[in-house]
């Protein structure tokens, strides 16, 4: 079983950066995709970024393209989510996720506990 511990919030102010980690275990990870979700208070919850495992292939949503990137170091079993230009609206709690390769965006079956980041004006 797949397991993420996601670490790296915090306060930031806006135009700032910061770098989101999530620890990744467990077997099989080369067939799973690493993505970056966000949930900010009486909001439904954004998908940001995801990238695959195996080969690093990646994705950015296009409302944080271009602000965010996503990376992962495999020898360290993390998953990085790079944010510059930070926001107030990027106040949110962040979530690392899991899905099988070559499942739909509805394949999101394992999710971390989360991270809150809060941007201050």
């Known amino acids: 079983q797949v397991q993420l511990v996601e670490s790296g919030g915090g306060l930031a102010q806006a135009g700032g950066s910061l770098r989101l980690s999530c620890a990744v275990s467990g077997r099989s990870l080369s067939m799973r995709v690493m993505g970056w979700f966000r949930q900010a208070a009486g909001k439904e919850r954004e998908f940001l970024a995801a990238i695959t495992w195996s080969d690093g292939i990646s994705t950015v949503a296009d409302s944080v393209k271009g602000r965010f990137t996503i990376s992962r170091d495999s020898g360290r079993n993390t998953v990085f989510l790079q944010m510059y230009n930070l926001k107030p609206e990027d106040t949110a709690v962040y979530l690392c996720?899991?899905?099988?390769?070559?499942?739909?965006?509805?394949?999101?079956?394992?999710w971390g506990q989360g991270t809150q980041v809060i941007v201050s004006s």
């Open positions: 996720a899991s899905k099988p390769r070559y499942s739909d965006s509805s394949s999101w079956n394992i």
